[in-house]
């Protein structure tokens, strides 16, 4: 069974199929149900099941993404953000991980401008 075609551009359709055909993931494999939503939307969020909510079952991994008013548009975010989870249990580096590096390296080069225009840190009290 192949992935369904989702409310998004046709790249990111073919993206994600590739995606999970690297990753060995299955549509078979994934669990699908819907909840209603939260937050922004109105009367509409109050009237539609428009959350996602996967759960890959080989691993137990679980995916609840509610953040578009478009039901379509949830699904395809939560896979993708399912795939994240699985690449990163594998052990590859995503782009969560590329995010924290970066905001760590900042966080390095922030303190470090601070230690020398404050004179702060280690023997200096």
Known sequence: MSVPAFAVSEGKNRWLQERMTTLGVREEDIA??????S?????????????????HLPTGLEVKC???RSQSVNRFLARRELLEKIAHLQGE?????Q????????KAKKRKRAK??????????
């Open 32 to 37: 699908e149900s819907f909840i209603r939503s």
């Open 39 to 55: 937050g922004k939307g109105g009367q509409h969020v109050n009237k539609t099941s428009s959350c996602v909510y996967l759960r």
């Open 99 to 106: 995010d924290r590096a970066a905001a760590a390296k900042r």
């Open 116 to 125: 020398v225009k404050y004179g702060t840190g280690e023997g200096n009290e």
């Open 66 to 68: 509610g953040t578009d």
């Open 93 to 97: 580096t995503t782009s969560r991980d």
